[in-house]
């Protein structure tokens, strides 16, 4: 079938060429270039995303510089100028100009930094399309998720007279980190939509099982915390430094003994420390990258407060300065019953799908989808967020990760056939 061989040519090319956030430059004007072709009205960067709501964005050089990198590598340039300060967001829309709903799906498209395996056992380094950014790679099936996104938006623009209302496409920027989504939702993206549809590939559900809403995302804060002291001989002078590098440490320890919340499971973990430059000098500076989650958004806001209590303890006791800033965040949000339980019934129809599990309650870490969640059905809309099952070589966020490609289509169709119901649906 055409169709899927050019989902695995999608998934290959985004996968050999991957992105992290905020830096999806080279994808998006891909992507914007392929759903232009398919007629969609677009939407694209500082259109859809508030500018300070974007979390742990990386600096202008560093931007300038990945620009450079796109053109190098099969950006299209004539989407660029949207794209090239790092604003990455596409909204695609197609107005059947039939009455109906607003039916609105998001997928996303950055990388990780990890360097991916070059084993002869690892299917993209045997196959030709191992990540050519060391470094970057696709670790978690955002390529999948890209892909499938362009699938749906080449069916939807084929068999509009199948469709009403209003077809709405996200692709979405920095998903990892949860640091993209906000700066989308607040800018007003989902406010108009009926039914919202996001989805992921894997995470531990098998082949050809579907899950139509995934309820355990836990909430989180991603915090980037610096102490600023003051340097000294460690020798000859040591009582005239302030050590923040002793200050960092004091408080990655007392991080770890947050006392828990009787609200619902948390999560604390400090993954750096950096401090110091020199073994004969006082520290005068020490960063800690740090995250809290909990099971509801309360619980994630009292982890979150202690660890700003402790650092300022901490900077206090040994007489120096403290900044927070935060790089990443999501909720705590459910998904909608009675649109789960549709989508359940769709995807149980299709051939590919064995098992289909309306909801889940298993913990899934965290995603900042749940701001287009929360906004939606604020706006009395209906919301949810599906897992397709596939085989994985390697669990998420590893460096053999990899799908079986074979989800790809199926994916698509069922995707298709859910806008196709739900459009069909009275207001």
Known sequence: ?????????????????????????????????????????????KEVMKEDECMGKPDAAKTKAHVVWAKENGAVERFLPYFEEGFTGIVAT?????????????VDMDALPIIESDSSQHTPATLGFRSTAEGSMHACGHDAHTSIG??????????????NGVIKLIF?????????????????????????????????????????????????TKLNITFTGKAAHAGGEPEAGKNALLAAA??????????????????INVGELHAGSGRNVIANHATLIAETRGETSEVNSYMKEQVENI??????????????????????????????KKLANIAGQHEFIEHVEVTSEANAGSEDATYFLEAVQKHGGQATYCI???????GHHHE??????DTLLPAVEILFAAAKELSRTSE
């Not at 197609?94 to 998001?106: L, Y």
């Not at 362009?150 to 068999?159: D, S």
């Not at 770890?256 to 009787?262: K, N, V």
């Not at 053999?400 to 490609?405: R, V």
Request: hydrophobic letters at 40%; aromatic letters at 8%.
């Open 1 to 45: 079938m055409q169709l899927e061989k050019q989902l695995i040519n999608w998934r290959r090319d985004f996968h050999r060429f991957p992105e992290q956030g905020f830096l999806e430059i080279r994808t998006a004007s891909i992507v914007a270039s392929i759903l232009e072709s398919l007629g969609f009205d677009l939407q694209l960067g």
């Open 150 to 163: 362009l699938g749906l938006a080449t069916l939807v623009a084929e068999k509009q007279d199948e469709l």
């Open 400 to 405: 053999c990760f990899d799908i079986n490609e």
């Open 250 to 267: 004091s408080a990655a320890l007392n991080i770890h003994a947050i006392c828990r919340h009787s609200g619902g499971d948390s999560r």
């Open 311 to 340: 650092v300022k303890g901490a900077a206090q006791m040994y007489g120096i300065d403290y900044s927070i800033e935060t790089a990443g965040e999501a909720i705590s949000c459910k998904c909608s019953d009675d649109l789960a």
């Open 172 to 220: 979405q920027p920095a998903e990892e980190g949860t640091r993209g989504a906000r700066a989308m939702a607040r800018a007003g993206v989902v406010d108009d939509t009926d039914f919202f549809i996001a989805s992921h590939i894997g995470t531990g559900v098998p082949q050809q099982h579907f899950v139509a809403a995934n309820n355990g995302f836990l909430a989180t």
């Open 388 to 394: 397709f099952g596939t085989d994985l070589a390697a």
């Open 94 to 106: 197609i107005d059947t100009k039939r009455p109906g709903p607003t039916v609105t799906f998001r």
